[in-house]
């Protein structure tokens, strides 16, 4: 894969033998690499050099790889580094825990070459994108500022570059899946129609601005942002995932909120990003806490999370994938109605039912795959 630039890979495992496979790898993939035995050699190395990814064993001496981790992730300078965990141990709650403390993935020993390139890949890759995502909204600022006193001009062009770079990243989650396409389009409909019926009632009226509905429905596609991540063989599979995978794939909530996270450290107060944080880490929750990934209950639940959790299982249950048929309309309106109370805000459901015709006309128009 090429990045137009050198890749530095920096390697840190206790293990003599390991660092050099590991080395003998990058070298093979063309990347550049630097060797260290611990965690806390690998700490002293990020303050003189740069590096664009860190391979990081699990159990190293006076510094372990978790802890390592959790030092990198808290320094404001590091914690956009991507970082795969290694470990001889192949368990699902250690995978889990890494994720949650802000790894990038997890492989374990002994190290298959194809399997380790295309992980570093991906890794490298998804950097690359949030790179380029930083630089495209720095270098509109800054043209923002050059054109200061041309409100009108500056308005729309901030517009439109929010948007692109939106549509940009949710992009990314179409490649990885062909069938994210229309979906994205979709629900990005559902979720305004929604939340403006919403906006109609007294209780919502002062919440659902037209501001905010706006960035609803223009942060919607980066809900499943966070799948950029998921591996291939889960993320494509086409029968039923086990336990392991399933919980693998819902990491894919965590692994987007985080994604947009880094991106509004450039950008605080960015009420796109904020509602795309909203929308990314909570639109698997449910209204009884039992979703994920943090069981989250009732209106502790952002709004925007609660539009998207209905739009999202509706648009799932009238498309056909490759492990079902599309659900007759009828079927995904019972379906829903039992959730009320339990996986959706009864108030959504509510919304849904005064305006059920205008999602058939959607899903009409933007026609299930």
Not at 3 to 22: V, Y
Not at 211 to 216: E, G, K, P, Q, R
Not at 312 to 324: E, G, I, Q
Request: one cysteine or more; a negative charge.
């Amino acid at each position: 894969m090429d990045f137009g630039r050198p890749i530095h890979i920096l390697i840190a495992d206790d293990l003599d033998a390991n660092r050099r496979l590991l080395s003998e790898i990058c070298k093979l993939l063309s990347y550049e690499s630097t060797a260290v035995a611990d965690g806390q050699q690998v700490l002293d190395i990020l303050e003189k050099q740069d590096f664009d990814l860190i391979l990081l064993d699990m159990r190293m001496p006076i510094k372990d790889g978790l802890q390592t981790l959790l030092e990198i992730k808290a320094d404001h300078r590091f914690k956009n580094i991507p970082i795969v965990m290694i470990s001889a141990e192949n368990e699902q709650a250690k995978v889990t825990e890494c994720i949650r403390l802000g790894a990038d993935d997890y492989i374990t020993k002994p190290f298959r070459p194809t399997f380790l390139e295309a992980r570093i890949n991906s890794c490298l890759q998804k950097k690359l994108w949030q790179d380029e995502v930083i630089k495209h909204a720095e270098e509109t600022t800054v043209t923002n500022t050059r054109l200061e006193g041309q409100v009108a001009i500056q308005t729309r062009q901030l517009e439109s570059a929010q948007q692109a770079t939106i549509f940009a990243l949710a992009k990314l989650a179409e490649y990885r899946d062909s069938a994210t396409g229309g979906h994205i389009i979709r629900m990005a409909a559902y979720s305004e129609v929604l939340a403006r019926q919403l906006a109609s009632t007294m209780q919502y009226r002062n919440v659902l601005t037209e501001d905010y509905i706006a960035a609803i429905f223009e942060a919607s596609p980066l809900h499943d942002i966070g799948k950029v991540s998921i591996p291939d063989h889960i993320l494509l599979k086409p029968g039923k995932l086990t336990v392991e995978e399933f919980e693998v794939m819902k990491s894919h909530a965590m692994l987007g909120e985080q994604l947009l996270q880094s991106v509004q450290q450039q950008f605080p107060g960015n009420q796109f990003i904020e509602i795309g944080i909203d929308i990314a880490g909570g639109h698997h929750e449910k209204w009884d806490g039992s979703g994920y990934p943090r069981g989250l209950k009732g209106t502790d639940i952002p709004i925007a999370a609660r539009i998207l959790a209905l739009a999202d299982v509706y648009d799932a249950l009238v498309s056909k994938r490759v492990y079902k048929e599309a659900f007759e309309i009828g079927l995904v309106k019972q379906i829903i109605l039992d959730g009320k109370g339990k996986h959706f805000d009864p108030d959504v459901v509510d919304a849904f039912l005064a305006i059920e015709d205008r999602f058939a006309h959607i899903l009409k128009m933007n026609s299930a795959t």
